[in-house]
């Protein structure tokens, strides 16, 4: 037969075995046929039913009844159950009673199914199954708690099931004590709920109630205060997976006779007594642990805490009177397990003896800080753990928390909210003042270095604090290799051409209570062929944080919880060969239970996206939903994710004429066309000329600027075709990293501006040809907008993300020389006076016979008529 490893089953079998032998008073588990309680109220009936549009899982509940005989520590209880469907049959046709028969007796009085108005007896011992009731089996907790269930035959739509029964006996842990919640909603709806405690007088019970429960009735009873309570039509409470613990909407009572937290106090300090440790093995650890500190009380501290929460693990066998009581810490320690009050009476107790004061502190860590609305009960707590004294500083300790590390007395706790210290005489709750929590730095690196080669991919991860502590303890709890097969499966779902190319390295500086993790991948499919040849595409998205965003049912009635405490810091970052030119951008949604930035910024050839999410408090209140709702769709939505593309070779990228643009151009041209003509037949004011003067031809330095205003407008043209200004595809291009309006918005400047540049310079061209007087003057202005027009383009292909070279400086700076040098000379020069004095119409002048002309005078004298020139 082969053998394997023992399985989680046969260890717990084992484990009951020594648990019963270990613990001889357990009694078997038997279910008992007796007759009802003489005690017992009576009731009016009530025979409405539920209304069918408010049954779920195809049954109600006609009666629910629940007798309390405090006195007698018997609680009876009486249902019927109508089956109205199919569904109902399936659901709602069996019989679970949970008892621990360690301290608690089971009678069954009766089980009848009612059909057609007529009662079929099935009560029988022998219908029963007694079935370990192990719900806490999955947290290493055993409770010895069994369930009587009995599975009804023949059950059929219209039966009414009607059972009752008897539990009897209390924990003795208590002391006669009595506390109890009564509840009077369920997931089912009732048609009637009837509660009753039948108690001494001289036990004074105390009463608290939630949510809208019926009014009591008090009376006398034999002797006794009797309470009673009737609701009618009791709807089901709706319940939403991801509302917070502590919520409770369910209308029930709180009943205790403790009346004040002194008294629970001095209960639990009688329980759970911290011991001095003289003799055994505890007290040879604790010798060891003083010589090693050397009386240094926080390193004594460090070394207490690690060797209960490492050494000892959390296990817990909580029967009978051990729901309550710890066992010795001598006992804990040499079994090497326990639960929470196991390890925290142990810890506190080695700590008394190395001089440290410290207590037990009860707890209850699923409803943070809203333990004080409660009574004073024992049942509003569900944990303990400890507080110490050290240097005067109090320090709180989760025995049960593994792996944690750092130094002194910095350690993190959770957000308890507040705890009954068992000191003698302390009568009410300590607020337990928040610890700086913990931080995840998540980094991803891409580094792409083609379009071809595949893309490695570091994710560096830096936990700190009470994340440390977390990823310690799952670090320890899983193999390396399943930890890696993890992460692989994680990021496979998000690149599935992914391969893992080393083991992830763990980094654990213990002392500062931070670990790094580092992975190593490579990705074959993070560029993707775009739909044009030569273009690719890659597309990122803020999975982590996403998972880490709250969701919201549309119908959601209930506080939605959130994973608090949580602060992320994730930033992806990309490695390009072109490199990146982008402004940065910021965003921030900033609410009173979270914060969310959202961050792009380039450096060089790397594009950094960083994202941050950080929760401020545990849940999202009610009225804050819907806004809550909109937050996580907005980001969720549009602040997550990023996308680019990357064209190596532009010349790969086929050319699409830009139809659009050039129908543009040439309305644009025409426009200047119009305009060129309309200044052209501008008639100009009537010149006299002396009738001996000439006008001087076009010579010296104006033969260059003739030269270079026939060549611009060609050397213009031939840049926007080899620029392919019309080609749809350098249009539409996405830059890595670059804004597309800015883009598009430099792109159409400069064709636009080109175009103007043609139509301006051939302009010019035309009007030195005819020698026009208003030549200098455009001619100037021509100059002055080269530089305009260079330093604006070169500003905007800039914030584009358009990567610039030398030549585009050039370009800007020879166009301030030459403005520089011949709008001085256009002004000045007696030449450019002379030769440009043509007028519009060409006729438009006259010779001033009136003037002599002088000897060696060459200058030709204009002026205008009117106007001195």
């Known amino acids: ?53 408010n049954i779920t899982n195809g049954y109600f509940y006609q009666v629910f009844e629940e007798q309390l005989h405090v006195e007698k520590q018997a609680d009876y209880t009486h249902i019927i159950k109508e089956i109205v469907s199919e569904a109902g049959i399936q659901n709602g046709s069996s019989i679970n009673i949970g008892f621990d028969p360690s301290f608690e007796k089971l ?40 369930s009587a269930y009995c599975i009804l035959d023949d059950i059929r739509k219209g039966d009414r099931i009607e059972y009752s029964y008897t539990i009897t006996g209390r924990n003795p842990i208590f002391n006669n004590k009595f506390f109890r919640d009564l509840y009077f909603q369920s997931s089912v709806p009732f048609a009637h709920v009837y509660k009753s405690i039948l108690v001494s007088p001289s036990r004074k019970l105390n009463f608290k109630s939630f949510n809208k429960t019926p009014q009591v009735s008090v009376s006398t009873k034999g002797g006794l205060t009797n309470y009673e309570w009737n609701a009618y039509q009791v709807m089901p409470v709706e319940y939403f997976d991801n509302q917070p613990g502590w919520y409770n909407n369910y209308a029930y009572i ?50 207490a805490v690690k060797m209960v929460q490492d050494e000892v693990r959390y296990m817990g066998i909580e029967m009978g009177e051990y729901s309550h009581r710890a066992n010795s810490p001598e006992k804990v320690f040499n079994q090497r397990y326990g639960d929470c009050k196991d390890k925290s009476l142990l810890l506190a107790s080695v700590l008394r003896a190395g001089g440290i004061e410290a207590q037990m502190v009860l707890v209850n860590s699923g409803i943070d800080g809203g333990i004080d609305k409660f009574i004073p009960t024992p049942n509003a707590f569900n944990h303990a753990v400890v507080v110490a004294n050290i240097n005067n500083k109090q320090v709180w300790v989760d025995a049960t928390i593994a792996y944690q590390r750092g130094t002194g007395t910095n350690i993190y706790f959770p957000g308890y909210g507040k705890g009954l210290v068992l000191k003698p005489d302390n009568n009410g709750l300590t607020t337990i003042i928040p ?10 690196r891409f580094t792409v270095t083609d379009e071809k080669a595949k893309v490695p991919l570091t994710v560096t991860t830096v936990y700190t604090l009470n994340e440390a502590d977390k990823m310690r303890d799952r670090l320890a709890s899983s193999s390396m290799s399943e930890t890696e097969k993890n992460y692989l499966t994680y990021y496979t ?62 119908k959601a009635v209930s506080p939605v919880a959130l994973s608090f405490p949580l602060n992320v810091n994730y930033t992806i970052q990309i490695v390009m060969p072109n490199g990146w030119n982008i402004e940065e951008e910021h ?90 003509i309309r200044i052209y037949k501008t008639e100009t004011k009537s010149l006299l000329f002396v009738h001996w003067r000439y006008q001087m031809p076009i010579g010296g330095w104006l033969i260059l600027i003739a030269l270079g205003l026939a060549i611009t407008p060609l050397a213009i043209f031939a840049t926007v075709i080899n620029n392919d ?45 005819k020698r026009r007087d208003i030549f200098p003057k455009f001619v100037i202005g021509l100059y002055a907008y080269y530089v305009v027009f260079h330093i604006v383009d070169y500003v905007l292909l800039q914030a584009a993300g358009v990567k610039l070279d030398i030549d585009d400086s050039k370009d800007m700076m020879r166009s301030m020389v030459a403005a520089a040098i011949w709008i001085p000379y256009f002004i000045k020069s007696t030449r450019v006076q002379k030769t440009f004095i043509m007028p519009y119409p060409v006729s438009n002048y006259a010779f001033d016979t009136n003037v002599q002309p002088q000897t060696g005078v060459h200058e030709q004298e204009i002026r205008e008529d009117k106007l001195p020139g």
Not at 738 to 753: D, L, M, P, Q
Request: glycine share 4%.
């Open 725 to 769: 200004s019309f080609d749809l595809s350098k249009w539409n291009l996405a830059l890595p990293g670059a804004s597309k309006a800015a883009y598009k918005a430099a792109f159409t400047f400069e064709v636009i501006g080109n175009i103007f540049s043609i139509c301006y310079t051939s302009f010019c061209f035309f009007l030195l040809i």
């Open 107 to 146: 009678d069954v009085h009766e089980i009848t199914v009612w059909r057609n108005n007529k009662p079929e007896k099935r009560l029988s011992a022998k219908s029963f199954k007694i079935l370990a009731d192990e719900k806490e089996l999955s947290r290493f907790i055993y409770q010895g708690s069994y």
């Open 254 to 303: 709180q009943v205790s006779d403790y009346s004040s937290w002194k008294e629970v106090t001095d209960w639990a300090l009688s329980v759970n007594p911290v011991v001095p440790i003289t003799n055994g093995k505890l007290a040879v650890q604790v010798a060891g642990l003083k010589a090693a500190t050397k009386g240094d009380k926080e390193k004594y501290f460090r070394g």
């Open 435 to 444: 610890v700086k929590t913990g931080k995840i730095d998540v980094q991803e």
């Open 493 to 554: 779902k998000i690149h599935p051409k992914i391969e893992q190319t080393d083991s992830i390295t763990v980094i654990d500086d213990e002392e500062n209570n931070k670990v790094t993790t580092i992975e190593h991948y490579l990705i074959s499919d993070l560029l993707k062929k775009g739909k044009e040849t030569g273009r690719f595409e890659a597309g990122f998205y803020a999975n982590y944080i996403n998972d880490q965003l709250p969701v919201i049912p549309n």
């Open 587 to 676: 965003n921030e949604i900033k609410r009173d239970a979270y914060i969310f930035k959202s961050q792009s910024s380039a450096e060089n050839d790397t594009l950094s996206l960083n994202y941050q999410l950080t929760y401020l408090k545990d849940f999202i209140p009610l009225n804050k939903l819907d806004e809550t709702r909109d937050d996580a769709k907005k980001i969720s939505d549009n602040e997550l994710s990023y996308s680019f593309t990357f064209t190596p070779d532009v010349s790969k990228v086929p050319y699409h004429f830009n139809y659009w643009m050039f129908l543009a151009v040439m309305i644009f041209a025409a426009g200047l066309v119009i305009q060129a």
């Open 1 to 53: 037969m082969q053998k394997g490893p023992i399985t989680l089953l046969t260890f717990f079998i084992v484990l009951l075995q020594t648990v019963l032998t270990n613990f001889g008073y357990a009694a078997q588990p038997v279910v008992h046929i007796s007759p009802k309680p003489v005690w017992l109220n009576t009731y009016k009936a009530y025979d409405k039913k539920v209304s069918s549009r």
